[in-house]
């Protein structure tokens, strides 16, 4: 039986929300998981679209790196 590690050296996430908040929660929390593998943010890029009737929709993308 064979056992290989591969090191993470970059993942990309993706996080959407109906609030500014929740969004922002939900990238800290992820943010803290990743840090236990040794990855921690190196881009982050978001959006914010208005729907018809009014409603806002958040959206991000988080692009961890390895640490060096």
């Given at each position: 039986?064979n056992f ?14 109906t ?15 990743n ?5 921690e943010v190196?881009?982050?890029?978001h ?17 961890f790196?390895?640490?060096k």
């Amino acid at each position: 039986m064979n056992f290989t590690l591969d090191i993470i050296e970059d993942k990309i996430e993706f996080f959407e929300a109906t609030d500014i908040q929740t969004l922002e929660k939900k990238i800290n929390e992820q943010i803290e998981h990743n840090k236990a593998i040794l990855l921690e943010v190196h881009h982050v890029s978001h959006q914010m679209h208005v729907g018809p009737n009014g409603e806002r929709f958040y959206s991000a993308v988080v692009h961890f790196k390895a640490k060096k």
